[in-house]
Structures are given as structure tokens and as C-alpha cells.
């Protein structure tokens, strides 16, 4: 089983930086990616960004420039590093690993204040 807590959301002013950690812990599995999403109030969860095991990334168009997403390897935490935040990144933010299975977070809000 593998858990994964993250942490570091809170309130910020737009313009402000907020980072983003997931902390993975349990047994030792193969994954794959992992990523952060992103879920607003009454709208669908959505990918924010991906980086594999050898450190490919990918960002939705949305945050390209602004976020930037770090570590994940074994033993290593995952950061989400947010600039230049903006009143519609406000959501709860979900750390997710994959593998052979799917893993998520209990998620962080974040929350941008115009």
C-alpha cells in the first residue's frame, strides 16, 4: 500500500507563490508518473501537471510558465512550486501516483484572493 500526504496549501494573494509537497510513504511499488490535479468547487477534477520517472514533464496550458513540478522519484517528496497565482487556480489539489495501480492524496486547498 503506499500513501501519500500532501501539504503546504493555504491563502495567498493573487501575484503570490504557494509550493505544494506530497510526501510518499508504504511499501515499495513501481510508479510510473505522478501528478498534481486540481478540483474547483463544482467543476471536474483536472491534471495540472505530470513528471515520469526519468523527469519528463507536463503542464496543462492553464499553468504552463507559472508551476513547476519537481521530485517524485523513490524516496523523494513531489513538489508542486505555484508563481504568479491567480484567483481561478483556487481548488483543492491532489497528489496522484501511478503504476499498476492509482494512489491519491487527501488533497491541499489553496485559495487565491483577487
Known amino acids: 500500500q503506499v500513501q501519500l500526504v500532501e501539504s503546504g496549501g493555504g491563502l495567498v494573494q493573487a501575484g503570490g507563490s504557494l509550493t505544494l509537497s506530497c510526501k510518499r510513504t508504504?511499501?515499495?511499488?513501481?510508479?510510473?508518473?505522478m501528478a498534481w490535479y486540481r478540483q474547483a468547487p463544482g467543476k471536474q477534477r483536472e491534471l495540472v501537471a505530470t513528471?515520469?520517472?526519468?523527469?519528463?514533464?507536463n503542464y496543462a496550458d492553464s499553468v504552463k510558465g507559472r508551476f513547476t513540478i519537481s521530485g517524485g522519484s523513490p524516496g523523494n517528496t513531489l513538489y508542486l512550486q505555484m508563481n504568479s497565482l491567480k484567483p481561478e487556480d483556487t481548488a483543492v489539489y491532489y497528489c496522484?501516483?501511478?503504476?499498476?495501480?492509482?494512489?491519491w492524496g487527501q488533497g491541499t486547498q489553496v485559495t487565491v484572493s483577487s
Open positions: 513528471i515520469s520517472s526519468v523527469g519528463s514533464t
Open positions: 508504504g511499501v515499495a511499488v513501481r510508479i510510473n508518473t
Open positions: 496522484r501516483a501511478s503504476g499498476g495501480f492509482e494512489y
